[in-house]
């Protein structure tokens, strides 16, 4: 095109038309339109005359040839009226924003809108949305429900059997995996475990569709966390549960899968059908899958013969075996399944249980009323390969698998699943020599026949840890896991007496006692710690000061005369200062709890649970007799304790498994975790003070020739326990003995004294339990090199308290002069010795056994009145002891 205006072609002819035609009206002073160039032909000046009038272009045929060139070679919409294209490229275009060529399928962002609107979707948009995701729900359900099939309960419950090992590889045990079930008709259950289980689980089982969503969104809820899976929350989810334990992961698609079984057999199974599946697949503890078999394991009879009682009972089993059973459940730490604990969890289910069958009409009350105590069950061992110590040594190892399954990945359900292969600490040679070193004595002393009212339900317990690494190596748990199914070498209640003390002495060199001339708040921050050479009273009928020198008083204002064993004062006259390096070798009770008070009974209890003892073990730490062993740690962790001595102030908790094996490859292994409970110098000192125990105290039968050893006797008061816990840098060792009536048919049963018991007339830490320590301990160590204890640094300074001004004893008071009140209503005075007074036999040594006060802090520390100390080792103790003179007297020594 020419870079001028082209003219319009000139008219051939006159006339005015032609010559108006032809005239050529003012230019615009524009340039044409480059060759090619796209927009309108306005954008350039084209075809608009002076007043905006469009102008011919010539022919149509130009025109359209323009008006397609100008349009990118495509047609254009006409413009909207007042304006420019807003989509226009070319100069000169509008700013307004471009409107679609067409409509889109989903308009998001909305078009037409401008600002937040543009991000509003439409109703309509929402409401497709929302059929859309319905239908794949629907979609997603109707494959789902098509896909899975009904279960075969019958092909259930094919555990396999786990296997243990020594811990020199050798194979202990092979079990767990026994299937003990019999599947039994629905005729053949009786018609009150059916309701019971209704009653307590799922009261509209016959009316529901078998799912219950509310317990669905919960349990995937907890998975998506990260949580533990739940159980199903109708029988007929349980039911599905059962029949899928070939799947037991943990993930939200077999929750999925499990839903979908649920619906389906809720749909198209009887619901007699499903309540029959359920009761003879369930497990109820005691390896017995099924009712059949959870009757015979409890009750030793048919299932068809459970009575309500014995029906709401097993009820409550299926709420977890573990918490419920009567026996108990043993392991390290068992978190409150003791045998008392779970006896009283099981009543209170039954109870309840047969509550609601009542209130629902499923059981008349005059037949309820007759059954308010727990049922008489049956020993729960059967297995023979779980003779001897092998069964208390696997339940340990299980305990511990699932009571740290977060580290282990181990749970309950997947260890009755079996299949595992199980390598645990255990040195069988220690086990042996451990249980020969009990019945040794035992059946050298112990006299059921010749002595019925003093040597029945005698009872010992023993644990044995390494101190470099808190491995388990040996417990006796008792006579036979198959007879006796209390595991002594655990929890047994049995108060520890004055085997406590090192935790105070350990507290008095890690933060000192305080000063009792500040007041309170500067007496918290000013401290001294203390030395083994520190001066404490040992006057007998010490009166208890507080740290600001006060009395110490019970919540009835009556004060405490603490008293020794034998009610003998100890030291130099007339204050009978005595140092605390003397005061552990002869177990002097008046200077361990003034210095209990003086360091704060709360670093006590912090002292013993860096060392390795739980908490929940530890009772009455609010009362000054707490410093003398009104506590009951089981026997595992006193070793475990006394081991972080060994290792100079090293804590590891004890364990017992070191990995677990399976088809899969590696499941667990232990990985060692050490506190520093106490600086070194703190525990090698602890430890030279209770060297002198043994070389020349109480502990003089646990000496081993050619071997430093270390250690503490405990008695408590009554003569109801007695102890030693001794250790040399290579193993730690802790033996109990105690009298326990473990008739579970008797519902208050309670410690029994020991006076007479061995044909002696009072035992003591130093006699039998300090036997049995040595005679397992020489053995134990057997080819292995002597090796000593570090050489303590000196530590803290000579604190020399002042005793309390109380009425000055003779050198062997006797206990019949008159005790001091109780401190509490309930709480009873401990029977005076009908015997003649004892006193200290400085040669032979006070027992550590050297108890305090009549009563404890609750009046049975914990224990039901088990507290206390005895007298000393010498044959010639009194039957009773003289500790009727002071409150909270606990264990001696």
């Known amino acids: 095109m020419s870079e001028h205006r082209r003219k319009p072609p000139q008219p051939q002819g006159g006339g005015r038309a032609a010559a108006r035609r032809g005239q050529s009206g003012p230019s615009s002073g524009r340039r044409a339109a480059p060759r090619g160039a796209t927009g309108s032909p306005s954008d350039y000046g084209l075809g608009q005359g002076a007043g905006g009038e469009e102008q011919p272009l010539g022919s149509r045929a130009d025109a359209r040839r323009t008006s397609q060139r100008n349009a990118g070679g495509r047609r254009r919409a006409a413009e909207p009226a007042g304006g420019r294209r807003g989509g226009s490229t070319g100069p000169g275009r509008g700013r307004g924003r471009a409107t679609p060529d067409r409509k889109r399928l989903i308009d998001y962002p909305r078009a037409g809108r401008d600002g937040w609107q543009r991000w509003v979707p439409s109703w309509k948009l929402v409401a497709g949305l929302f059929v859309g995701f319905v239908g794949s729900l629907v979609a997603v359900a109707g494959i789902g429900y098509a896909m899975v099939g009904i279960p075969d309960i019958a092909k259930t419950a094919t555990a396999q059997n786990n296997v243990y090992y020594w811990k020199d590889g050798s194979q202990m045990v092979a079990t767990g995996g026994e299937t003990n079930r019999q599947n039994i008709d629905l005729s053949q259950i009786p018609e009150e475990m059916r309701w019971a289980v209704i009653s307590q689980e799922n009261k509209t089982f016959y009316d529901d569709s078998g799912i219950d969503p509310k317990g669905i969104a919960r349990a995937v809820f907890n998975m998506a966390r990260g949580g533990q899976t739940q159980g199903g929350s109708t029988i007929t989810q349980q039911y599905v549960?059962?029949?899928?334990?070939?799947?037991?992961?943990?993930?939200?698609?077999?929750?999925?899968?499990?839903?979908?079984?649920?619906?389906?057999?809720?749909?198209?199974?009887?619901?007699?059908?499903?309540?029959?599946?359920?009761?003879?697949?369930?497990?109820?503890?005691?390896?017995?899958?099924?009712?059949?078999?959870?009757?015979?394991?409890?009750?030793?009879?048919?299932?068809?013969?459970?009575?309500?009682?014995?029906?709401?009972?097993?009820?409550?089993?299926?709420?977890?075996?573990?918490?419920?059973?009567?026996?108990?459940?043993?392991?390290?730490?068992?978190?409150?399944?003791?045998?008392?604990?779970?006896?009283?969890?099981?009543?209170?289910?039954?109870?309840?249980?047969?509550?609601?069958?009542?209130?629902?009409?499923?059981?008349?009350?005059?037949?309820?009323?007759?059954?308010?105590?727990?049922?008489?069950?049956?020993?729960?061992?059967?297995?023979?390969?779980?003779?001897?110590?092998?069964?208390?040594?696997?339940?340990?190892?299980?305990?511990?698998?699932?009571?740290?399954?977060?580290?282990?990945?181990?749970?309950?359900?997947?260890?009755?699943?079996?299949?595992?292969?199980?390598?645990?600490?255990?040195?069988?040679?220690?086990?042996?020599?451990?249980?020969?070193?009990?019945k040794k004595v035992q059946k050298a002393n112990i006299k059921p026949k010749q002595r019925p009212d003093t040597d029945t339900?005698?009872?010992?317990?023993?644990?044995?840890?390494?101190?470099?690494?808190?491995?388990?190596?040996?417990?006796?748990?008792?006579?036979?896991?198959?007879?006796?199914?209390?595991?002594?070498?655990?929890?047994?209640?049995?108060?520890?007496?004055?085997?406590?003390?090192?935790?105070?002495?350990?507290?008095?060199?890690?933060?000192?006692?305080?000063?009792?001339?500040?007041?309170?708040?500067?007496?918290?921050?000013?401290?001294?710690?203390?030395?083994?050479?520190?001066?404490?009273?040992?006057?007998?009928?010490?009166?208890?000061?507080?740290?600001?020198?006060?009395?110490?008083?019970?919540?009835?204002?009556?004060?405490?005369?603490?008293?020794?064993?034998?009610?003998?004062?100890?030291?130099?006259?007339?204050?009978?200062?005595?140092?605390?390096?003397?005061?552990?070798?002869?177990?002097?009770?008046?200077?361990?709890?003034?210095?209990?008070?003086?360091?704060?009974?709360?670093?006590?209890?912090?002292?013993?649970?860096?060392?390795?003892?739980?908490?929940?073990?530890?009772?009455?730490?609010?009362?000054?007799?707490?410093?003398?062993?009104?506590?009951?740690?089981?026997?595992?962790?006193?070793a475990g304790a006394y081991a972080t001595f060994a290792a100079s102030g090293k804590q590891r908790d004890p364990y017992s498994v070191e990995k677990v094996t399976s088809e899969k490859g590696q499941i667990f292994t232990h990985e060692n975790e050490t506190k520093q409970a106490f600086t070194e110098k703190v525990a090698d000192n602890v430890t030279d003070v209770l060297r002198t125990v043994v070389e020349k105290g109480t502990g003089t039968n646990a000496q081993l020739p050619g071997r430093q050893v270390a250690g503490k006797t405990g008695t408590t008061d009554g003569n109801k326990s007695a102890w030693f816990v001794g250790y040399t840098p290579q193993l730690s060792t802790a033996v109990s003995m105690f009298r326990y009536d473990d008739d579970e048919s008797n519902k208050n049963r309670t410690f029994l004294k020991m006076f007479g018991t061995g044909g002696q007339k009072k035992i003591h830490g130093a006699s039998f339990p300090a036997q049995i320590w040595h005679d397992y301990m020489a053995e134990a160590l057997e080819g292995t090199p002597a090796k000593d204890f570090p050489e303590p640094e000196p530590i803290g300074e000579v604190v020399n308290a002042d005793p309390s001004p109380s009425p000055s004893p003779s050198a062997s008071e006797t206990e019949e002069e008159k005790p001091s009140p109780s401190p509490t209503p309930s709480q009873p005075q401990v029977e005076p010795s009908p015997s003649v007074s004892e006193t200290c036999n400085r040669f032979f040594g006070c027992d550590d056994e050297s108890n305090g006060g009549t009563n404890n802090g609750n009046g049975n520390g914990g224990n039901g009145g088990n507290g206390g100390s005895s007298p000393s080792p010498s044959t010639s103790d009194p039957e009773g002891d003289s500790r009727g003179t002071g409150f909270f007297g606990g264990p001696a020594g």
């Open 457 to 638: 339900h005698v009872q010992f317990g023993g644990a044995s840890v390494e101190p470099s690494t808190g491995a388990i190596r040996a417990i006796y748990g008792g006579e036979d896991a198959t007879k006796h199914f209390t595991d002594n070498a655990d929890q047994t209640g049995a108060q520890v007496g004055s085997t406590f003390k090192p935790f105070v002495l350990a507290a008095a060199m890690t933060w000192g006692v305080r000063d009792k001339d500040l007041g309170s708040s500067q007496a918290q921050d000013e401290r001294t710690i203390v030395s083994p050479k520190s001066l404490f009273s040992g006057q007998n009928k010490l009166k208890i000061r507080n740290y600001d020198g006060s009395v110490w008083k019970n919540e009835k204002g009556e004060e405490w005369l603490q008293t020794n064993d034998g009610n003998v004062s100890l030291g130099t006259p007339p204050k009978f200062k005595i140092d605390l390096r003397e005061a552990m070798r002869e177990s002097v009770n008046s200077a361990f709890v003034q210095l209990g008070m003086d360091v704060g009974l709360d670093k006590v209890k912090d002292s013993a649970t860096s060392a390795g003892l739980k908490p929940s073990s530890l009772t009455n730490s609010g009362f000054p007799s707490f410093s003398i062993g009104i506590s009951d740690p089981s026997a595992i962790r006193m």
């Open 241 to 438: 549960k059962n029949a899928m334990l070939n799947d037991q992961s943990q993930t939200i698609s077999r929750k999925f899968k499990e839903i979908f079984v649920s619906i389906k057999v809720g749909a198209e199974v009887d619901k007699n059908q499903i309540m029959a599946g359920y009761l003879n697949s369930a497990y109820y503890g005691r390896n017995a899958y099924g009712i059949q078999a959870a009757a015979r394991a409890y009750f030793d009879k048919d299932a068809i013969k459970l009575n309500p009682g014995e029906c709401a009972f097993l009820a409550a089993m299926l709420k977890g075996a573990t918490y419920y059973d009567p026996a108990g459940a043993t392991s390290v730490d068992p978190v409150g399944a003791t045998p008392a604990a779970n006896s009283k969890r099981a009543l209170r289910q039954m109870q309840d249980t047969l509550d609601k069958m009542v209130e629902y009409g499923h059981l008349d009350a005059s037949v309820r009323a007759k059954f308010t105590t727990l049922p008489k069950w049956e020993n729960p061992r059967s297995n023979t390969d779980l003779k001897g110590q092998v069964g208390y040594l696997v339940d340990l190892a299980n305990g511990y698998l699932v009571t740290n399954s977060k580290k282990t990945g181990i749970t309950q359900e997947s260890l009755q699943q079996g299949g595992y292969s199980i390598y645990t600490t255990f040195d069988h040679d220690k086990v042996t020599k451990l249980e020969e070193s009990v």
